[in-house]
């Protein structure tokens, strides 16, 4: 199983970007799948998550209305549109798969993350 991340960068306040989780090894519309970051010296937090087996949501409440889930299981793909990006936003994004198809469970593999900065 391997998730890769990418789609970061350094963008200004107000701007979007879109990040991508490329997984292997498994069926992605089989499993919950989410986005968390974090910052140095920081718990890491729940952005968004997607469950398989009902079709569920979560978005963290910093950033409800401003990003979106989504994912293409043909090409084994999550995705996470963040538009209105602010300073706050700034932080290391990580993909992670959870055991079974709810995101009420816990994760079993997590990808390497991707740098998102926002300059203010």
């Known amino acids: 199983v391997q998730l890769q991340a990418s789609g970061g960068g350094l963008v200004q306040t107000g701007n979007s970007l879109r990040l991508s989780c490329a997984v292997s090894g498994f069926t992605l519309d089989y499993y919950a799948i989410g986005w968390f970051r974090q910052v140095p010296g920081k718990e890491r937090e729940g952005v968004s998550c997607?469950?398989?087996?009902?079709?569920?949501?979560y978005y963290g409440e910093s950033v409800k209305g401003r990003f979106t889930i989504s994912r293409d299981n043909a090409k084994n793909t999550l995705y996470l549109q963040m538009n209105d990006l602010k300073p706050e936003d700034t932080a290391t994004y990580y993909c992670?798969?959870?055991?079974?198809?709810?995101?009420?469970?816990?994760?079993?593999?997590w990808g390497k993350g991707t740098l998102v900065t926002v300059s203010s």
């Open positions: 997607l469950s398989s087996s009902d079709g569920k949501t």
């Open positions: 992670a798969k959870y055991f079974g198809g709810s995101y009420y469970g816990g994760m079993d593999y």
